[in-house]
Structures are given as structure tokens and as C-alpha cells.
């Protein structure tokens, strides 16, 4: 499309050639900025960084929840989000305290939680302290399900259970009475790092419209090149006009096979269709597959 205006250049078109390439950078600037704030929302789903208590070098110690590594003992306690003295502000304090921080094992305790964040299942799930291992491997999926909590889901329930033998090789009891959890994933690792992940990184080619504007495409270019080879033949007969001008109008010819208006024209309609989903509450991070949700 730069080409195209580039040619009209040449061929004394300056004031359209300016306002279609200042129409093509505004728009597809609008489309750039739509997923760059769709981006930033997807990123805002990402755990907020609060302390923990977490078994390490023979003593719980405090650390923070970005620190946890897979094979950390932690002792998991719901902390309600409240807002500020100031009712002015009414700024929440704490808001991630009822946010599970990684993907874990529910060893001693009981909690419920709702994975809505991740599954869309808005019915609350109980999750209950793993008591006895039968088996070589963890089935996470299936038979020690009730047992797993996945990170971003939220905590409505934590009840940790106290006990005075030192259980599990001798780790004592949680100082704050929380559930005692070992650490499986982390990070992009986890549940809800994979489905940020897919969002985010998903670069995959669209293709479900490309063979329809390819045979139109081709189409067009083969009534292109008859006009083009049409106009050169004629116009090599006459002496009296310019092989520059006659060279430039065949080429101009041929790159109208794709008008330069059409990015505008798709930075607009997509553009359009973004703001109206953006209402809505719903965040595309792949504008160009709006046009192939249309079709559905």
C-alpha cells in the first residue's frame, strides 16, 4: 500500500496520496492501540504480590508469593478484602488475600473455592486435605482432584487444621493455623499461566478467509495485466507520449488490484467491532479474527 502511494506520488497525486497514508497510519494506530489496552487488562489478571508463611531450611519463614518455587510447603489463610478508613477513597487493602497464588496440594485443611476465574463453572468447589497416597504418580485430573487448588482461583472458605504430632516428616504446625499446602506449579507453569499464555502469545495465522481473497485477488491481477499489457501495446505506438508516464500508468494498473483504502477499510470495521466488544466487557487480543467470528 506504501507503494501504491509512492506511485500516485510520482504521478503528481500529492494531496490524496498524503490524506490516504495519513488515514492508513491513523487507523491501524487505533488498532494497535485497542490490543495494546487489551494486553494491559490481560495482564492485570496476574497475582498481586502479598506475603506468605512457607516451610524452608527446618522454619516457616515469610516470603512473598512471587518467591514460591514447586516443592515449598506453605501455610494457605484467606484474608477478606476490606476497604480503607478513608471512605472517600474507598481504596480495597489486601485484594489478593483470597487469590490461591500458584497451583498447590491441599496436604491438612479444608477449603472451598471458586475456579470461575479459569473454568467459568461458578458453583463452588471443596477442596479437602490429602490423608492417604496410594500410588506412585499424582493424578491431578482425576483421582486427587478434590485435593488440587489451581493458582488465580479465589478462596471463600480456609479452614487449616491444627494437630500435635509433627506429621509429614516432621513439619510443625503453621504459626498463622492455616492449611498446609505443597507448591506444584508456578508461574506460566500453572493453570491460570497457561490460559495467560495462550492469550497473549497467540500468534497464529488466521486462515479461514485467505482462499477466497486470493482467487479474487487473482482474478482481479489476470484483468489487470490484460488492461496493462492493452495499454502499453497501444501506447508503445504512439511516439509523441512519454515512456515514463506510459511505464508508470501500466504499473499503477497493476498494484489496483488491491486499493489502498482497503486497510483503512479493515482497521475500521475491525476497529468498530473492538470498541463495541471492549462495552461488553470482552477483550481480543486478535483483532484480525473478528472478521472470521463473522461468519459463524
Known sequence: ????????????????????????????????????????????????ARPIIA?????WISIDNTELLPGDLISLVRVKPHYAKDEKTKNI??????????????????????EASLTGESVPQMKEGLSDFEGDALSI??????????????LLQCKGEETDAQVYKGVPNPPDGGCLCFVLRTGFSSAQGKLVRMIEGSQEKVQGHERDTALLL????????????YVLYHGMHDENR???ELLLHCILIITSVIPPELPMQMALAVNSSLMTLMKMQVFCTEPYRVPIAGRL
Not at 485430573?141 to 479465589?154: Q, V
Not at 487473482?218 to 499489457?229: D, E
Open 218 to 229: 487473482l482474478l482481479l491481477f489476470f484483468f489487470a495485466l490484460a488492461s496493462s499489457g
Open 55 to 59: 516451610f524452608r531450611l527446618g522454619k
Open 141 to 154: 485430573k482425576i483421582k486427587h482432584k478434590s485435593h488440587i487448588m489451581y493458582a488465580g482461583t479465589k
Open 93 to 114: 487493602e489486601d485484594e489478593g488475600g483470597d487469590i490461591v497464588p500458584a497451583d498447590i496440594l491441599l496436604l491438612r485443611g479444608a477449603t472451598v473455592v471458586t
Open 1 to 48: 500500500q506504501l507503494f501504491c502511494v509512492i506511485l500516485w506520488m510520482l504521478d503528481n497525486y500529492w494531496q490524496y496520496s498524503f490524506f490516504t497514508l495519513f488515514m492508513i497510519l491513523t487507523f491501524e494506530g487505533t488498532v494497535v492501540f485497542s490490543r495494546i489496552k487489551s494486553l494491559g487488562a490481560l495482564r492485570g489478571m496476574g497475582n498481586k
Open 242 to 244: 512519454s515512456q515514463y
